[in-house]
């Protein structure tokens, strides 16, 4: 036997000990290669997710915020047809925020103006809580213009006898409608937005006859 004879196992193992460390290495690249596309993947799949719920939540919610707006046109209105409102109303009608800080609709919810008229509130805890978060925080009457209406009378020289004559108003009503807004103030606190909040600004000119 030629006196290499022994040496040839250690040369054939230390070759198969190199391809077995360097086949262990891939292995390691390619394991780490898949992970980041598997993380790559639920990030987007997350984000797609969030993008969606968002989406669901404004499509749900917006049409509450525009209820509180239109809440806020119903109780102005109201109020116009009150002694303060008259008042307001025959004198400047300048801007007037109703729904501010000590105003007479200030903390108005679209609660208690959706309870039927002559009926008690027999709604569930759960759509009463829901009501409760959507409210507004602005309410501003506005007159614009005021036309008199000449009563009928009779023919000039028969009579000095004429009906009596009527104003009609001009008012632009403008309303910030709020879904689920935490407020400081009349301002949104950012720090407790949630994904889920609305907010809708509404703009209405009504023609009011005392």
């Known amino acids: 036997m030629s006196h290499w004879f022994p040496r040839r196992p250690r040369i054939v193992q230390d070759k198969l000990s190199a391809r ?11 394991t780490l290669i898949l992970l980041l596309v598997l993380m790559v993947m639920g990030a987007g799949i997350a984000y797609i997710a969030s993008t969606q719920a968002d989406l669901v939540a404004a499509v ?32 400047v009608g300048a801007p007037y925020d109703l729904a501010s800080a000590g105003n007479p609709l200030s903390g108005k919810t679209i609660l208690a103006d959706t309870v039927p008229l002559g009926q008690t509130d027999s709604r569930s805890a759960k759509f009463k809580e829901r009501a409760g978060r959507a409210s507004y925080s602005s309410c501003i009457v506005e007159k614009l213009a005021s036309t008199a209406s000449l009563g009928i009378g009779n023919e000039v020289g028969t009579t000095n006898g004429y009906g009596l004559s009527t104003f009609t108003y001009t008012i632009r009503i403008t309303a910030i409608g709020n879904f689920n807004v935490p407020l400081t103030g009349n301002k949104i606190n950012k720090t407790f937005w949630q994904s889920n909040s609305s907010r809708s600004i509404l703009e209405v000119v009504v023609s009011y006859t005392p």
């Open 20 to 30: 077995n460390s360097a086949q262990s290495g891939l292995a390691l690249v390619v």
């Open 60 to 91: 749900a919610n917006k049409p509450v915020s525009i209820e509180a707006g239109e809440t806020c046109f119903d109780n102005a209105i109201e109020w116009l047809d009150t002694s303060s409102g008259k008042s307001w109303v025959n004198g």
